[in-house]
C-alpha cells in the first residue's frame, strides 16, 4: 500500500489524523477498494470510541448539576387520599433541559405500542455522536374520568418521566420532604437489589455493564425510585439482544 499508514501508528491515531491518512490514500492510485475499506473500518471504530469517551466525560461532569425534582403528582387511594407523590414530567423536562444542552445532549422520545402497552424509547445523544436508549412499557392509564387518548398520554408521560429518571440517575422527593426522610436519595432495598440481580441473571445480562450503565458501584447504590424503570430497562435490553 505504499506506506501510506504505518499499522503500528493506528491504535493511538486520533480520528482527524486517520482521515488525513484515508484522503491521501484515497488520491494513491496503487491503494485498493478492499484496503480502502478496511481503513474505513478503523476510521468508524475509532471515531465510535472517541465519541463514546466524551460521551461519558460529559456524563459524569454533568450529573453534579442535575437538580432533584420535587413530587407534585399525586396517586389518590380509593379514599381519595393521597397514597404517593411522583415527579411531573413536565416539572422533569423543564429542569434538565437547560442542563442537558450545556453539556451537549439531547433526549428525545420514540413513542410505540407493544401489545395493548404503551411504549416509549428515550434516545440520549451527545454532540460528539454517541448515544445510549432505554425503553418503558406502561398499560394505559385508565384512572379516573379519562378518555382512551387521555389514558395513553398520561402512560406515555409516565414512561417519560421513568426513562429520563433512569438514563440521567435522577432524584426526586416530595414537597415536604427535608431531606432527611426516607424518600429523597433513598436506595434499593435487600429484596429489590435481590430481584435486580435475579433479573440481570436470567435476562444473561452483564452485571459489570449494567452497573456502568447504571453509573453504580453496586446494585445497592440505586435509587429506589428508580427501580421500576431499572427494571423494565433489564428487560427492554435483553429483548434488543435477540
Avoid at 442537558?100 to 416509549?120: C, D, V
Amino acid at each position: 500500500m505504499n506506506a501510506v499508514v504505518k499499522q503500528d501508528a493506528l491504535p493511538g491515531m486520533e480520528p482527524a489524523g486517520l482521515l488525513d491518512a484515508i484522503s491521501r490514500a484515497a488520491a494513491d492510485p496503487n491503494v485498493d477498494v478492499a484496503k480502502m475499506d478496511r481503513l474505513m473500518d478503523i476510521y468508524a471504530r475509532i471515531s465510535a470510541m472517541q465519541a463514546e469517551r466524551e460521551y461519558a466525560a460529559a456524563l459524569a461532569a454533568m450529573q453534579p448539576e442535575l437538580p432533584i425534582i420535587t413530587e407534585r403528582g399525586e396517586i389518590l387511594n380509593r379514599n381519595n387520599e393521597v397514597q404517593s407523590t411522583y415527579a411531573l414530567w413536565e416539572d422533569l423536562n423543564e429542569a434538565i433541559k437547560p442542563i442537558l444542552h450545556k453539556f451537549g445532549f439531547s433526549l428525545t422520545f420514540r413513542p410505540g405500542n407493544e401489545g395493548e402497552k404503551i411504549k416509549a424509547t428515550g434516545v440520549l445523544l451527545h454532540k460528539a455522536g454517541h448515544r445510549d436508549e432505554a425503553t418503558f412499557c406502561l398499560p394505559a392509564d385508565g384512572s379516573g374520568s379519562k378518555n382512551a387518548v387521555q389514558a395513553a398520554a398520561s402512560s406515555l408521560s409516565y414512561c417519560k418521566r421513568y426513562i429520563a429518571i433512569g438514563m440521567l440517575n435522577i432524584t426526586t422527593r416530595g414537597e415536604d420532604d427535608d431531606g432527611q426522610k426516607a424518600g429523597a436519595g433513598k436506595t434499593l432495598s435487600e429484596e429489590q437489589a435481590k430481584k435486580v440481580r435475579e433479573k440481570l441473571k436470567a435476562t444473561n445480562a452483564n452485571e459489570v455493564a449494567f452497573l456502568k450503565w447504571a453509573r453504580c458501584d453496586k446494585v445497592e447504590d440505586i435509587l429506589a425510585v428508580n427501580f421500576d424503570a431499572v427494571i423494565e430497562t433489564i428487560e427492554a435490553k435483553a429483548k434488543q439482544r435477540k
